[in-house]
């Protein structure tokens, strides 16, 4: 690693998931032993709180913390990743609108789909959670300007049949020119990462 700076990605993860996920085993892969010593770069992924008035100040913090060269969010993380003004990052098939999707965020119990640092496994969201997520969601795009504008990049998969249109129509009104679409799912998977996200990446110049 001599003579090059060794670069950080900030991954924020979607719904029910952790910072112990595939897709981040996936990035670390890639970034770590696939990738050649100056692209090389440490993945910190966080367990994200359940409620999104604790998670912004949680994200928040972390962000100015870690001073990330790039902030990736996938689904409900690219939520989150959008609102880190400032950072160069990366939305992918993000979420804006969980607290609509009646089928993910209702009240009840939930399992965690990895493994949380915690060690809980089981969470619950009640009519408060459900609250907080429209009260966050309505002022997400507020504190936009010009410059903030021009670091925040969306990508959009084809087939992707969990985040409706209104997510891409949403990111195109606050940041136009901004977003691609690519083949593919929901999910960031290694085909994604490899054909669409490091190019994008590359693109970028901050790995």
């Given at each position: 690693?001599?003579?090059?700076a060794?670069?950080?990605?900030?991954?924020?993860?979607?719904?029910?998931?952790?910072?112990?996920?595939?897709?981040?085993?996936?990035?670390?892969?890639?970034?770590?032993?696939?990738?050649?010593?100056?692209?090389?770069?440490?993945?910190?992924?966080?367990?994200?709180?359940?409620?999104?008035?604790?998670?912004?100040?949680?994200?928040?913090?972390?962000?100015?913390?870690?001073?990330?060269?790039?902030?990736?969010?996938?689904?409900?993380?690219?939520?989150?990743?959008?609102?880190?003004?400032?950072?160069?990052?990366?939305?992918?098939?993000?979420?804006?609108?969980?607290?609509?999707?009646?089928?993910?965020?209702?009240?009840?119990?939930?399992?965690?789909?990895?493994?949380?640092?915690?060690?809980?496994?089981?969470?619950?969201?009640?009519?408060?959670?459900?609250?907080?997520?429209?009260?966050?969601?309505?002022?997400?795009?507020?504190?936009?300007?010009d410059?903030?504008?021009?670091?925040?990049?969306?990508?959009?998969?084809d087939?992707?049949?969990?985040?409706?249109?209104?997510?891409?129509?949403?990111?195109?009104?606050?940041?136009?020119?901004?977003?691609?679409?690519?083949?593919?799912?929901?999910?960031?998977?290694?085909?994604?990462?490899?054909?669409?996200?490091?190019?994008?990446?590359?693109?970028?110049?901050?790995?």
């Amino acid at each position: 690693m001599s003579g090059y700076a060794l670069r950080k990605i900030l991954y924020l993860h979607g719904f029910a998931s952790s910072g112990a996920s595939g897709t981040v085993e996936l990035l670390r892969k890639w970034f770590w032993e696939r990738a050649e010593p100056a692209h090389r770069a440490v993945v910190v992924a966080p367990d994200i709180p359940l409620d999104p008035l604790v998670a912004e100040k949680t994200l928040e913090a972390l962000a100015y913390d870690e001073m990330p060269d790039l902030v990736i969010g996938t689904s409900m993380g690219g939520m989150y990743a959008q609102m880190l003004h400032g950072f160069t990052r990366i939305c992918v098939n993000p979420s804006f609108w969980t607290s609509k999707k009646y089928d993910i965020l209702y009240v009840g119990k939930h399992k965690w789909l990895n493994k949380r640092k915690d060690g809980e496994t089981e969470f619950h969201v009640t009519k408060e959670t459900v609250a907080h997520f429209q009260e966050f969601e309505s002022r997400q795009f507020d504190g936009i300007d010009d410059d903030d504008r021009m670091l925040c990049h969306g990508l959009f998969g084809d087939a992707d049949t969990l985040v409706g249109p209104e997510s891409r129509e949403a990111f195109e009104q606050h940041y136009p020119g901004m977003s691609q679409t690519f083949p593919g799912g929901h999910q960031l998977n290694s085909e994604v990462l490899a054909n669409t996200l490091i190019p994008c990446i590359r693109s970028l110049n901050v790995i």
